[in-house]
């Protein structure tokens, strides 16, 4: 009797301290955002310079900092305008491959079949619903697109060049097929992500394979467009922003600050996207 009450106080004790830690834990979780949920609580913060989720994405972390956005060869990236970004982000290596949107949503409606082919024939309103259930499954509210001027600090990598690897020399390199499918070696069609070099912060196929949308409504020029790299929204109906080119595309449509647009409704099979998560 006695030895059966020392066991009842001994489990009372390290139950105590358990409901403890558990409290002390929740409460920091749920400290650094305070619009989450409780079930936003249950998802790991990424650190470190890489993370790896739950169905396989590989993200690549990018500081914080300021950059040239913009060139001058085209009215729509005009002006060339200074961006000052205050917050790390993780971002895709990676385009999304069709086995990762599979894993999600649970089909694949892409044109050309390989699980590691980038998903294409999505359209940013379908982007939409994947990112939503992307975070439910993973109990976070961490995934979104990237805005345009988060996709293009991370496309250029800290250069002022047309490519992120610098300008094509047709005799000596660099080459831009040691970088990218575009329409002079893809044979027309997408290719498994992560085949080409990379850019210099770790990035495949920023340059071609799949246009990649990102958060932002089209305008026509950089003429009021926010300091602070934050996205541009016009409303539920406005054509989408898509970086990067594709294996169909020119040389020209792969430079890092070239700019296309889409209707939100709509899929192709040359556009994908690569996703962010917030640091
Ligand atoms: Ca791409």
């Given at each position: 009797m006695r030895i059966g009450t020392k066991k009842i106080i001994t489990i009372l004790a390290v139950l105590l301290i358990a409901i403890a830690v558990t409290g002390c834990t929740s409460s920091d979780n749920g400290s650094d955002n305070g619009a989450s949920s409780s079930s936003a609580t249950t998802a790991s913060k990424p650190t470190g310079n890489e993370y790896t989720n739950s169905i396989g994405m590989d993200f690549q972390r990018i500081n914080a900092g300021t950059f040239n956005m913009g060139t001058s060869k085209y009215a729509y990236s005009q002006p060339v305008h200074k961006v000052r970004l205050d917050n790390d982000f993780y971002i895709g290596k990676y385009e999304v491959t069709q086995a990762q949107w599979e894993a999600v949503m649970g089909s694949n409606p892409s044109?050309?079949?390989?699980?590691?082919?980038?998903?294409?024939?999505?359209?940013?309103?379908?982007?939409?619903?994947?990112?939503t259930k992307l975070n439910e499954m993973e109990g976070t509210t961490r995934y979104r697109l990237p805005t345009e001027a988060e996709w293009e600090y991370a496309a250029a990598a800290g250069t002022t060049t047309l490519y992120s690897f610098g300008e094509i020399n047709k005799d000596e390199g660099p080459f831009l097929k040691d970088y990218a499918w575009y329409q002079d070696d893809s044979y027309d069609r997408t290719h498994e992500v992560g085949q080409k070099l990379p850019n210099p912060w770790g990035l495949y196929d920023v340059h071609g394979n799949v246009w990649e949308l990102v958060e932002d409504s089209w305008v026509d020029n950089y003429g009021s467009a926010p300091e602070d790299g934050s996205a541009v929204e016009k409303g539920a109906s406005s054509l989408r922003v898509m970086r990067g080119g594709s294996y169909s595309s020119l040389e020209n449509a792969l430079y890092t600050a070239f700019r296309g647009k889409q209707d939100p409704r709509d899929g192709d099979s040359s556009i994908g996207f690569r996703l962010v998560m917030d640091a």
């Open positions: 044109n050309f079949k390989g699980d590691n082919l980038p998903v294409e024939s999505v359209s940013w309103n379908d982007i939409q619903e994947f990112i």
